[in-house]
């Protein structure tokens, strides 16, 4: 039996949920196993030698999620059995905390010098970007959503009864906070909003980050003088996750250039109409034709939008069915099997 040991970082939420995705169809092969390997930032130097005691016995692939997992799997000789899949393109100009820019810092140098027998990444719009700046010529497979476990409510007053949401039109922003996710746009454009529209609003953001001292002051500011509400929440489980997903009546993604957009996809999938900046990936998933997009610098557009979707109920329920629609474009099995077709490669050439 030829085990796939898929290595990711402990606490990227992401990518533990890409690993888990394809572990699940990999099991269901017959003649492949796979083990998710989370590791903390304090072990990475112990790798090698958990790598060869896992291996010792079995034949087997590495399918690692970050160039430094990559650069440690070359260091030891086992580029011939790594496949990469490049999720990002580290930005560390954007980073506003010093450790997250010495790391994403050290994690493009890595990516300069990747070695592994196959190089993945997730959008072309990531692909365009490691060939130009990087030298690197990757396989393109899209990341897919489980439809099973995002999908749209039948009752949304239920579910915001039930999660104690206030009866007002949510608008919802999953990630991580920072000025890559460029979060603090939304506050500006609703700030563009007379106080009798945002006395309707709730806005949820779930992550943590660098940005949220900033973006709690200006909510503060925000509910005091207009009536907006806001609420942050981190850590929360999956099944709470889909369940705001389905409360949610709108779907800001804001960030300054996506390179997928996971949270993107699952909203999509949840059947939430959505308002997107153009930057990055985002017409590779939501579709050239689609048309609520904004420059992700330009808050007076995004503030027309959300009005629009505000007052409109009949077009937030087009919306929400179109982006429901193109969810099911992006399908994890139809992701495995691409992946399967590149360890099948590996293996044969044994």
Not at 6 to 14: P, R, T
Not at 155 to 184: A, H
């Amino acid at each position: 039996m030829i085990k796939i040991f898929y290595i990711c970082k402990k606490g990227s939420k992401g990518i533990e949920n890409f690993c888990e995705s394809l572990k699940k169809f990999v099991n269901e092969t017959g003649f492949l196993r796979a083990q998710v390997l989370k590791i903390n930032l304090i072990d990475m130097r112990l790798l090698p030698s958990i790598i060869s005691s896992l291996t010792k016995k079995c034949e087997y692939i590495l399918h690692v999620n970050y160039a430094t997992l990559a650069k440690i799997t070359s260091i030891v000789g086992l580029e011939n059995r790594t496949v990469l899949t490049v999720h990002g393109i580290p930005q560390p100009i954007l980073e506003d905390n010093l450790l997250y820019k010495l790391l994403y810092s050290f994690e493009e140098k890595c990516l300069y010098e990747a070695r592994s027998k196959k190089i993945v990444t997730i959008s072309n719009y990531a692909s365009k970007i490691l060939k130009c700046k990087f030298n690197i010529n990757p396989a393109v497979i899209h990341n897919g959503v489980d439809h099973n476990l995002f999908y749209p409510a039948n009752d949304k007053d239920l579910i915001k009864s039930k999660l104690r949401f206030p009866k007002r039109q949510i608008i919802l922003n999953v990630g991580r906070l920072n000025s890559y996710k460029n979060q603090i746009i939304l506050l500006n454009a609703l700030n563009n909003l007379p106080g009798t529209k945002l006395t309707q609003v709730l806005v949820v953001f779930v992550g943590t980050g660098p940005l949220e001292k900033k973006l709690r002051k200006i909510s503060k500011k925000l509910e005091s003088d207009k009536g907006l509400r806001t609420l942050f929440l981190s850590n929360i489980s999956t099944e709470i996750l889909r369940l705001i997903y389905q409360a949610a009546d709108i779907y800001a993604q804001t960030s300054i250039n996506e390179m997928f957009g996971l949270s993107l996809l699952e909203a999509m999938s949840s059947g939430l109409p959505i308002v997107s900046s153009h930057g990055g990936a985002a017409k590779e998933i939501l579709g050239e034709e689609y048309d609520l997009y904004f420059d992700p610098q330009n808050a007076e557009k995004l503030s027309i939008l959300i009005d629009w979707l505000i007052e409109d109920s009949k077009s937030r329920e087009e919306y929400a069915r179109q982006c429901y629609y193109r969810s099911l474009i992006f399908d994890w099995k139809r992701t495995f099997e691409q992946y399967l077709k590149i360890y099948e490669a590996i293996i044969n050439e044994d």
